[in-house]
Each structure stands twice: as C-alpha cells, then as structure tokens.
C-alpha cells in the first residue's frame, strides 16, 4: 500500500463513506475520484487528521514544559504511524551528488 498512495487514498475514501473498496470503485469515475483526492489535500480526513489533532495537543503541552535548550517537538513526534524522514546530512549528500555528476569520469582499474 505505501508504494501507491492513489490506492491507499481509495482505501481511506472508501471507509470515510462505509462502503466496500469495490463498491467505491464502481459507482464513481476516475474524474469524481481525483476530486476527492484534491479535496483530501484541502481538508483531510479520518484517523490522520484525528492523531494531528492529537499531535498538536500534545505538542503543545510537551513545547510548553520542555527546556529551554532542547528542540521543539511537532505534531508528529506524537503520531506513530506516521512515516518520519531521516535527518538529511548536506555534507553527505553534496559528496553523494558530486560522485554522481563526475562517476562518468572516473577511470576504474582493470
């Protein structure tokens, strides 16, 4: 499911509406579907938008007791489910682009 997000949106729309996917599927169109995917992008739905909800409670909380020294939290430090990015090292990734660009280049032994 998470490597194609159009099908889990159906998944999400189809239990919004309490009908089974298949159902969904064959009452709307492919032009009703990618409204309501544009619609979902403007106001979300369902148990995502009920955690960040929650997640900014408690954010809130944890921002208005934590040291002074220490990183503010967000929403979704407080949402499990939520897929987090891993912290992007620039240096890392200049090397990793400049390795790239110039790969062409390189002689290898042989």
């Known amino acids: 499911m998470t490597a194609n997000p159009a099908r889990r949106f159906v998944f999400r729309l189809a239990l ?3 009908l089974p996917v298949r159902e969904l599927l064959g009452r709307i169109g492919s032009d009703e579907l990618t409204e309501w995917m544009a619609f979902y ?3 979300p739905f369902g148990d995502f938008r009920a955690d960040f909800r ?3 409670v408690a954010s809130t909380f944890a921002n ?9 939290f967000t929403p979704e430090d ?3 489910f939520v ?3 891993p912290p ?3 240096k890392q990734l200049n090397v990793a682009k ?3 660009m110039f790969s062409h280049r390189v002689k290898k032994n042989g």
Do not use: Y
Not at 64 to 72: E, I, L, Q, T, V
């Open 16 to 18: 919004a509406l309490g």
């Open 41 to 43: 992008q403007l106001e």
């Open 98 to 100: 400049f390795k790239a």
């Open 54 to 56: 929650s997640g900014i």
């Open 78 to 80: 407080f949402m499990p």
């Open 88 to 90: 992007k090292d620039e």
């Open 83 to 85: 897929d987090k990015q």
């Open 64 to 72: 208005a007791n934590r040291a002074k020294d220490s990183k503010p």
